[in-house]
């Protein structure tokens, strides 16, 4: 496994490195070293903050392939070809007696240990003033909010679906303070308490949170959003739906109009953008400037592009079933590669300019729109309340349209439509207990030759990422999940 190596460089020119031992419970998090020597002003402390944010977005996590986790396991995105593009994400082709495939889960685990060392130790900050204690505060909230994230995307990816079997499979391992890699070795807890935790730190973040606008850092609007989402996906439909209303009401955030939609995905911190992860030559995806991310894989217009991810038939016909629909100017076929294959164009480049340096989206004002659709029409809200949000979200891509009354496939349809190339797809089916179909009639669907089912389901095993044979060996405490070889 990797060793990784965090450089954390304070104002003082303190150069502090941390690096990891090999298993993700053997990195050291910034234990002693950012307690005692580099966190020692609120300067310092923000840092730190930031340190965590760089750490998402990596290709092993933000950087690309959790949208792919996402998008290339649903009826969204697949590769242009078999030998391109992670095919073995596509064909859910992973085995757990292979080497790591992905290291998100140690790239998550990182990220969890940094946060709790900031938790664990921003508290000896002598601060006096009302500015400074805000300020600590707030820093104290992000690392909550952030290990919220991170322990709900780990329930997501390890573990199956909240309503299969109401939390009772393997979720994460649950370790929230500083602690070191003898004393840290847990079994893995089930999907329902690792919800728990996320829930309880996101309690406890919000009210730490500043409720201005940050749009590369969590504020209290983005936390509330990810509340939203968590209860979305545990099914606590009233509580999903009050706390993405009270996004939409109070935040400072909007929907982009939809003369603007097209040109928002060049720009960095509009309207629309609750959070999303800065990328620019200064703060890259990764080392190669992006190279692996994501959007690169997904452009084709440049002949050192990627051009290895295109968007499904299915998705392009129903993009097209609606003439006018804004987001219909993604599909191109302008391409130097194969012609008859369409491509996304969604995610042109911060400015337009570099197409490998894309900021992810993390949570968008219009996913409030759809979480409270959702919430109302399976809710107490009811249906009317339901039809205005997912109306919304309608006539800002295609104002031609006349208002309909919401259904939950609409609005099933609706994430589709709006979140392609965000990572929702595949996590809105099996969440919903619904399934995904992917034929060999679709396009260039080669899913089927390669040995996945025709129709995936959350029956299916490998709908959850297999825990790596290295990791095991490293860590036998780490129960596999159902289905793969032990």
Not at 423 to 438: E, P
Request: hydrophobic share 35%; aromatic share 12%; with cysteine.
């Amino acid at each position: 496994m990797k060793r990784f190596i965090l450089n954390i460089l304070v104002f003082s020119g303190l150069m502090v490195s941390i690096s990891s031992c090999e298993g993700f419970l053997e990195t050291r998090p910034t234990n002693v070293i950012v307690a005692e020597t580099a966190m020692l002003t609120l300067y310092d402390a923000g840092i730190v903050v930031n340190g965590l944010y760089e750490n998402m977005k990596w290709f092993d996590y933000y950087g690309t392939q959790m949208q792919l986790f996402g998008d290339e396991r649903g009826d969204n995105i697949q590769p242009r070809a078999m030998s391109v593009g992670w095919p073995q994400i596509y064909t859910l082709g992973y085995e757990s007696e292979a080497n790591t495939y992905f290291s998100t889960w140690s790239r998550c685990y990182e990220t969890i240990m940094r946060c709790n060392t900031l938790i664990g130790n921003i508290g000896n900050l002598q601060v006096t003033s009302t500015a400074d204690i805000a300020k600590r505060d707030d820093y104290l909230g992000q690392a909550y909010a952030i290990r919220a994230l991170v322990y709900f995307d780990l329930a997501r990816l390890y573990g199956y679906p909240y309503a299969k079997d109401n939390g009772a499979s393997l979720g994460a391992v649950l370790i929230t303070e500083i602690t070191s890699p003898q004393n840290s070795k847990k079994p893995r807890s089930t999907v329902a308490e690792t919800y728990t935790q996320v829930l309880g730190d996101l309690t406890v973040a919000l009210p730490l949170l500043s409720k201005t606008k940050n749009t590369y850092h969590f504020n209290y609007w983005a936390a509330k959003l990810l509340q939203a989402r968590v209860y979305l996906y545990k099914g606590d439909w009233n509580n999903a739906y009050t706390a993405a209303k009270e996004v939409i009401d109070s935040s400072p955030y909007s929907l982009v109009s939809n003369a603007g939609y097209v040109n928002y995905w060049k720009e960095e911190g509009a309207s629309e953008t609750v959070l999303e992860l800065f990328v620019s030559n200064q703060a890259r995806i990764d080392l190669d400037g992006g190279y692996a991310s994501m959007c690169h894989n997904l452009w084709h217009g440049a002949p050192s592009s990627g051009a290895t991810l295109i968007p499904t038939v299915s998705w392009i016909n129903l993009i097209k079933s609606e003439p006018g629909d804004v987001r219909a100017q993604f599909v191109r076929y302008d391409s130097q590669y194969e012609i008859s294959k369409a491509w996304l164009s969604k995610f042109p480049g911060n400015g337009g300019v570099n197409f490998r340096l894309n900021n992810p989206r993390i949570l968008r004002i219009s996913e409030a729109y759809l979480i409270a659709a959702e919430g109302a029409i399976k809710g107490s809200a009811g249906v009317t309340a339901a039809s205005t949000y997912l109306n919304a979200i309608r006539k800002r891509a295609n104002p031609s349209l006349s208002d309909i009354t919401a259904t939950d496939a609409l609005i099933q349809i609706e994430r589709r439509k709006e979140f392609i190339g965000e990572g929702h797809r595949f996590f809105d089916q099996m969440r919903l207990g619904n399934s995904i179909t992917r034929a060999d009639g679709d396009g260039h669907n080669f899913a089927v030759s390669a040995g996945c089912p025709e129709t995936i389901t959350w029956n299916y095993y490998k709908i959850v990422l297999p825990i790596s044979h290295t990791e095991r060996k490293l860590y036998p405490q780490l129960q596999q999940n159902p289905g793969y070889t032990e």
